[in-house]
């Protein structure tokens, strides 16, 4: 791809290609695009059916691959240092009223960009 085009059709590559086809469970359209179902317990507007267009697919690939890269890093400093454990465990324990009110409404509105521009 050439600086300064923008290409909408391409499929995401690597990593974040098959974490997007993982996160779609292999679902995709006619036309070959990954086809994202969401679900209400991360979703206020779930369940609901998302086809990706390649930006928008792309997008998802990278929010997947730093995700991953973060819980590579936890599970790695939790086998460093074994005492964590129990910090993750309480902290996990105090942030599920959190999930619900505060990352619920935000990954929704995340979900909600995923899906305006995979309409454009």
Same mark, same amino acid.
């Given at each position: 791809m050439q600086h300064?085009?923008?290409?909408?059709?391409?499929?995401?590559a690597g990593i974040?290609?098959?974490?997007?086809?993982?996160?779609?469970?292999?679902a995709a359209d006619g036309n !070959?695009?990954?086809?994202?179902?969401?679900?209400?317990?991360?979703? %206020?507007?779930?369940?609901?059916?998302i086809i990706l267009s390649g930006p928008a697919a792309r997008r998802l690939g990278t929010?997947?691959?730093r995700v991953a890269v973060a819980l590579v890093i936890v599970v790695a400093l939790l086998w460093m240092f074994p005492i964590l454990f129990f910090?993750?465990?309480? !902290?996990f324990w105090g942030g599920m009223a959190m999930?619900?009110?505060? %990352?619920?409404?935000?990954?929704?509105?995340?979900?909600?960009?995923l899906e305006a521009q995979s309409t454009t």
């Open positions: 300064g085009t923008m290409d909408t059709g391409r499929k995401p974040g290609s098959a974490l997007v086809n993982l996160a779609c469970v292999g !070959g695009r990954p086809i994202l179902t969401t679900m209400e317990y991360y979703d %206020a507007k779930g369940p609901r059916e929010a997947l691959s910090a993750l465990i309480a !902290g999930l619900n009110s505060t %990352a619920r409404p935000m990954v929704t509105r995340w979900i909600d960009g």
